[in-house]
């Protein structure tokens, strides 16, 4: 199955895609997470990217199409795969329809108040990547990764300025996305308020009415 997860930052994709991708045994694949290492190891792409992520916007997309398109082509991908966080432009959703076609999207739908206190509360492990929420879903030990114990920490982008300024980044450019993949009689609605383990049901539910 190739999924695209859609959504605004903060809607909890991460958390989905990190449960779907055990849940059906195919790859979570975040452009997000990829920049994130490309910068810990201060490789020219993730110092390019970084001007862009500090400050809220988004990566252009000559740099994260290819990114993408590489990490789909490698062998453990041929079953499929979950994308959190691509594509987040009208650009790069032809991109991708250029050469690979979803099965579908998911649209995680979260209203903006809430995004502003989840993500002031978001926790992620520097790590492994799993990420955490201080009120909504706790590590089992404070402060702690539940996958490999690392000490968790808080993004550079999840402050409040930052996250107001994604926010608008994400409904000038992402939300159109919406409208794309209806179009294209492939997007599913889920309500992302409600409790982790509900989105996922939810989530698993409409995929197999859509497949049935
Ligand atoms: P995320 O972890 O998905 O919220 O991504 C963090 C940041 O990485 C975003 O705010 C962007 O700056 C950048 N980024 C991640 N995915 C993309 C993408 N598909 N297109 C452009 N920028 C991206």
């Known amino acids: 199955m190739k999924l695209v997860l859609l959504g605004a930052p903060g ?17 979570h694949i975040s452009t997000g997470d990829i920049f994130r290492q490309n910068l810990k190891d201060e490789t020219p792409l993730g110092l390019k990217a970084k001007v862009y992520m500090d400050s809220g916007l988004l990566v252009p997309d000559e740099l994260t199409v290819e990114l993408l398109m590489d990490r789909i082509s490698a062998e453990d991908c041929e079953n499929g795969y979950i994308l959190d966080g691509f594509p987040r432009t009208l650009g790069q959703a032809h991109a991708l329809d250029s050469s690979e076609t979803v099965d579908a999207c998911v649209d995680v739908d979260v209203p903006d108040e809430l995004i502003i206190e989840r993500m002031s509360g978001r926790r992620v492990c520097p790590a492994c990547g799993e990420p955490f929420h201080v009120k909504f879903n706790p590590p089992v030990k404070e402060g702690l990764c539940d996958k490999c114990g690392t000490e968790l920490i808080t993004r550079a982008d999840d402050t409040l300025e930052t996250v107001e300024k994604r926010l608008s980044v994400y409904h000038e450019q992402t939300a159109p996305l919406i409208d794309h993949y209806l179009a294209q009689g492939k997007l599913l609605r889920v309500d992302g308020t409600q409790a982790v383990e509900e989105v ?3 989530i698993v539910k409409a995929l197999d009415e859509f497949e049935a």
């Open 200 to 202: 996922t049901e939810a």
């Open 11 to 27: 809607a909890g994709k991460g958390t989905q895609a990190s449960r779907l991708a055990e849940h059906y045994g195919i790859p």
